[in-house]
C-alpha cells in the first residue's frame, strides 16, 4: 500500500498554498523568528503564487526525502501531484474571490484651490450614501484629511453612479472632498 506516500504530496501543495497565500497569518508567525525578514513588505497575486511554488519545492524534496522512494516516476508523479493541487487551489481561491469583489471608498478632504469643478451634496443627498456620510462624519470628528474603508458592492455601485453622473469632487459644510471608489482585484 504505498499509494498513501502520494497524500504527503497533496499535503505539500496545501501547505505551500496557506504558507504562500498567508492564511491565518501564517507567513508573520513563521517569518517572526527571523527578525530580520519580519518587515518584508507584503505581496499578493502572481507573486503569492510563485512563493507558494517555491515552499513546495522545498516541501517537495522534504516530503521525497521522508517517503524513501527513490525512483524517477514517483518524483514526477508526486511532484505533478503537488503542483496540481498548489494550481486547483490558487484557480479555486480566485476563482471565489472574484465573486465576492471588495469595494473600497477613499474620500479625501482638499483645499478649494485644487478644485476645478465640484457638485454641491446636500444632508437630504448625503443620506443616500450611509458610508460617505460616515466617511465625512468621521473625517469631522477626527480632524482627519483621509478616509478609506471597505463598502458594500451596492453602495459602492450607486456612489459610483453618482459620481459618473457628476464629478469626483463635492462640498459639503462649506468643505471639498474628493471621492473615490477602487476594487479589490
Known amino acids: ?31 517572526l523568528s527571523f527578525e530580520k525578514f519580519s518587515k518584508l513588505p507584503d505581496i499578493s497575486g502572481l507573486l503569492e503564487f510563485f512563493l507558494s511554488f517555491l515552499i513546495m519545492i522545498i516541501l517537495f524534496f522534504i516530503f521525497l526525502f521522508i517517503s ?5 516516476s514517483f518524483a514526477i508523479k508526486s511532484f ?33 484651490k485644487d478644485v476645478m469643478s465640484y457638485i454641491n451634496l446636500t444632508n437630504d443627498e448625503l443620506e443616500n450614501f450611509p458610508s460617505l ?15 478609506s474603508s471597505k463598502i458594500s458592492q451596492e453602495e459602492g455601485g450607486r456612489i459610483n453612479k453618482f459620481l459618473k453622473e457628476n464629478v469626483n469632487t463635492i462640498k459639503y459644510s462649506g468643505f471639498y472632498f474628493r471621492i473615490r471608489i477602487s476594487y479589490a482585484d
Open 80 to 112: 505533478s501531484i503537488s503542483l496540481l493541487t498548489l494550481m486547483i487551489l490558487f484557480f479555486l481561491f480566485f476563482s471565489l474571490s472574484a465573486l465576492n469583489r471588495i469595494v473600497y471608498l477613499n474620500v479625501e478632504r482638499i483645499e478649494e
Open 133 to 147: 456620510k460616515n466617511a465625512i462624519e468621521t473625517i469631522f470628528l477626527e480632524n482627519k484629511t483621509e478616509y
Open 1 to 31: 500500500m504505498k499509494n498513501w506516500k502520494y497524500l504527503l504530496f497533496v499535503l505539500a501543495g496545501i501547505i505551500s498554498f496557506i504558507i504562500g497565500f498567508d492564511f491565518f497569518g501564517v507567513r508573520e508567525k513563521i517569518l
Open 68 to 72: 524513501k522512494e527513490r525512483t524517477v
